[in-house]
T-cell receptor, first 115, second 113 residues
Framework: NAGVTQTPKFQVLKTGQSMTLQCAQD?????MYWYRQDPGMGLRLIYY???????DKGEVPNGYNVSRLNKREFSLRLESAAPSQTSVYFC??????????????FGPGTRLTVT | QKEVEQNSGPLSVPEGAIASLNCTYS??????FFWYRQYSGKSPELIMF????GDKEDGRFTAQLNKASQYVSLLIRDSQPSDSATYLC?????????????FGTGTLLAVQP
C-alpha cells in the first residue's frame, strides 16, 4: 500500500515549456486535490476532483489544467510555465465521506523550478 | 471565503517544555479542525482532529477548541527536538462537490536541546 505517489520529485523548466505532474493513490479514495506551497503562503488549493470524471477550480487555478483519468490518477498540467509557478506541488486524496472527520493524505511533493 | 490565521513563528521552546500553538478562524459555523505536522522538505501529516468544544488528548498532544472565541490550540507536552517542524491548522470547507481544507500558513516550532 503506497498511499499517494507523485512523479517527478524534482523538475526544472524553462519559461514557456509545458509539463504534467502525475499523482496516483491506491486507497480507493473518491476525492483528490492539487495544492501548491510557497514560503509564507501556506498550502493553496489549485484544483480538486470529487470523483472520476469531475474536476473543479480551487483558489489559484490560473495557468493550470487537470485531468482525473480514473479513480486512482489525477494529473496537473502546466501548458506554458512561468517563473511564478516555481513552487512545491502536493497531491492529496481524502478518505471516506464521513462528515467532519475525513483527513487528507498527502503525496511526497514535486519541487518545480521555472527559470 | 473562510480564513485561518496562525503566527508564523518561529516559536522556540527548550526541550521538555510545553509548546503552545494557536490558530484562529473566521467562520463561526466551522465545527471541526485538523492539525497537520510538516517536517522540512516533507509532506504534511495529520496529527490531530478535533470536533467538539473542549480538549482532546493523544499522547503528548492536546488540542483545545473554543468555538465562542473562534480559536483552536495545539499543546505539545515534554517537547522533543524531533517535534521541530511546521504545524498547520486546517478548517473544512463544505461548499462545492466535495469537502476541501482551508489551511493556515503554519507555525514553525523549534525545540532547543
Amino acid at each position: 500500500n503506497a498511499g499517494v505517489t507523485q512523479t517527478p520529485k524534482f523538475q526544472v523548466l524553462k519559461t514557456g515549456q509545458s509539463m504534467t505532474l502525475q499523482c496516483a493513490q491506491d486507497m480507493n479514495h473518491n476525492s483528490m486535490y492539487w495544492y501548491r506551497q510557497d514560503p509564507g503562503m501556506g498550502l493553496r488549493l489549485i484544483y480538486y476532483s470529487a470523483s472520476e470524471g469531475t474536476t473543479d477550480k480551487g483558489e489559484v487555478p490560473n495557468g493550470y489544467n487537470v485531468s482525473r483519468l480514473n479513480k486512482r490518477e489525477f494529473s496537473l498540467r502546466l501548458e506554458s510555465a512561468a517563473p511564478s509557478q516555481t513552487s512545491v506541488y502536493f497531491c492529496a486524496s481524502r478518505g471516506p465521506e464521513i462528515v467532519f472527520s475525513s483527513e487528507q493524505y498527502f503525496g511526497p511533493g514535486t519541487r518545480l523550478t521555472v527559470t | 471565503q473562510k480564513e485561518v490565521e496562525q503566527n508564523s513563528g518561529p516559536l522556540s521552546v527548550p526541550e521538555g517544555a510545553i509548546a503552545s500553538l494557536n490558530c484562529t478562524y473566521s467562520d463561526r459555523g466551522s465545527q471541526s479542525f485538523f492539525w497537520y505536522r510538516q517536517y522540512s522538505g516533507k509532506s504534511p501529516e495529520l496529527i490531530m482532529f478535533i470536533y467538539s468544544n473542549g480538549d482532546k488528548e493523544d499522547g503528548r498532544f492536546t488540542a483545545q477548541l473554543n468555538k465562542a472565541s473562534q480559536y483552536v490550540s495545539l499543546l505539545i507536552r515534554d517537547s522533543q527536538p524531533s517535534d521541530s517542524a511546521t504545524y498547520l491548522c486546517a478548517v473544512p470547507d463544505y461548499g462545492g462537490a466535495t469537502n476541501k481544507l482551508i489551511f493556515g500558513t503554519g507555525t514553525l516550532l523549534a525545540v532547543q536541546p
